[in-house]
C-alpha cells in the first residue's frame, strides 16, 4: 500500500472504555485534519515500541496514566500527501485527571454514538472493530 515517495507514519491510539463509554477526542483547528474525531495517541519516534510510544503519547496529550491491555488490528489510510498506519490498542486509566494539551475537545461516547462523529478517516477502521467489539460481535 505505501506509494513511492510518501513515508508510511506509525500511529498509536488508544482506545479508552469507562462505564461503557469509549474517549474520542477531537482535532484542534491548528492540527492537520482539523476538528475530526480520533482515538487519541501520536506518532512512534526512532527507538521506541508502539506501546511505549503510547503510553508517552496519552501522559502528554492527555496528563493520564494508562496500562495497556490488547491490540487490535492495525488500519492503514493513504491521505495522499503521507500514510498512516494505525496502531490501535485497548487501554486503561491508571491516574491523572484528563487535561487536554493539543486537542480542542473530547467526549466519552456509547456504542450508538461512535458512528456519528465526523473521524478522521484512519480512524473509521477503528471504530467500526470498537463497536463490534462492544457489542460482542468480535472475540
Known amino acids: 500500500m505505501e506509494s513511492k515517495g510518501v513515508e508510511m507514519i506509525d500511529v498509536t491510539c488508544a482506545i479508552l472504555i469507562k462505564e461503557g463509554k469509549v474517549l474520542a477526542v477531537q482535532r484542534s483547528k491548528r492540527m492537520k485534519l482539523p476538528l475530526k474525531w480520533e482515538f487519541p495517541g501520536g506518532k512512534?519516534?526512532?527507538g521506541e515500541s508502539a506501546r511505549e510510544c503510547l503510553i508517552r503519547e496519552i501522559r502528554e496529550e492527555l496528563g493520564l496514566g494508562i496500562s495497556i491491555k490488547e491490540a487490535l488490528t492495525p488500519?492503514?489510510?493513504?491521505?495522499?500527501?503521507?500514510?498512516i498506519r494505525l496502531l490501535p490498542f485497548i487501554a486503561q486509566i491508571e491516574s491523572g485527571i484528563l487535561q487536554l494539551a493539543e486537542h480542542s475537545?473530547?467526549?466519552w461516547?456509547?456504542?450508538?454514538?461512535?458512528?456519528?462523529l465526523d473521524w478522521a478517516a484512519a480512524d473509521v477502521a477503528v471504530m467500526e472493530e470498537v463497536c463490534a467489539w462492544l457489542r460482542g460481535e468480535l472475540f
Do not use: M, R
Not at 109 to 116: A, C, K
Open 105 to 107: 475537545d473530547y467526549g
Open 44 to 46: 512512534v519516534e526512532s
Open 109 to 116: 461516547f456509547d456504542v450508538e454514538e461512535l458512528p456519528l
Open 75 to 83: 488500519a492503514a489510510y493513504d491521505y495522499g500527501s503521507f500514510q
